[in-house]
């Protein structure tokens, strides 16, 4: 069980998980900018925008819950634009913006970059899951420390989270991105490597992924007026 460092500065507000602190871990955060008509559009095709959008504040409301008080390093990568005044941080997050054409050289980019500056695990989320809590994370993490992979599946055949400890290219490349068939492209990729599966979970990319999920129920009843 964790402690709560009780300071002034508000990064040292924090529970510590002793297996994490002091070592070179990282975890990135791709999140898009929160923009009417631009985020969460295939749940928008249902729901409409204005509701899309804030199923997806409430999504990135959580993340943010959840990530704040992990004791490793936080960097947030936006797909348009970085806002220096919004829910993440800057005392907690460092914030960075995605490069590349499609979701695989981003993620590929924001990786290296990462084992560049001497990280040694590195794990990436979205910051639509619902499902997901600090626990898992911190799990994730210690999961490293016998295997040099770690992939949580998505119900919907893609993956959630994506850790590594060695830097792999192969696994940004050659992929469909959004489609059913990247998380057992990905495990293809890994078939010769140590690789530790997480948890199946549910993350929110059309209606029907939350249909039936209490927390959603106020947002899809406003839809329906």
């Keep these: 069980m964790g402690l709560i460092l009780q300071k002034q500065d508000k990064k040292d507000e924090q529970t510590v998980h002793f297996s994490l602190v002091d070592t070179k871990n990282l ?25 899309a959008l804030d199923i997806y504040k409430f999504l990135l409301d959580h993340t943010v819950a959840l ?20 829910i993440w941080d800057n005392t907690i997050f460092d914030k960075k913006l995605q490069k590349g054409e499609n979701l695989g050289e981003r993620m590929a980019h924001a990786f290296q970059e990462g084992f560049e500056k001497g990280y040694e695990k590195i794990v990436i989320i979205g910051s639509d899951m619902y499902d997901l809590n600090q626990e898992a994370l911190e799990n994730a993490f210690i999961s490293m420390n016998n295997s040099d992979f770690v992939l949580g599946p998505a119900t919907d055949g893609g993956y959630y989270l994506l850790g590594m400890k060695k830097w792999n290219p192969k ?32 993350d929110v990319d059309v209606y029907e992924d939350i249909e039936h999920i209490a927390a959603f129920q106020p947002f899809l009843k406003k839809s329906e007026k």
Excluded: H, M
Excluded at 28 to 41: A, D, Q, S, V, W
């Design 27 to 51: 975890l990135l955060i791709f999140t898009r900018n929160p923009e009417l008509g631009k985020c969460k559009t295939r749940l928008a095709a249902t729901v409409g925008n204005q509701t």
């Design 67 to 86: 990530t704040t008080n992990l004791t490793i390093e936080k960097q947030v990568w936006y797909s348009e634009n970085i806002w220096n005044d919004d």
């Design 171 to 202: 696994l940004f490349k050659n992929k469909d991105w959004g489609q059913n068939t990247v998380l057992q492209d990905t495990l293809n990729d890994l078939k010769n490597e140590k690789v530790k599966l997480l948890d199946v979970k549910n």
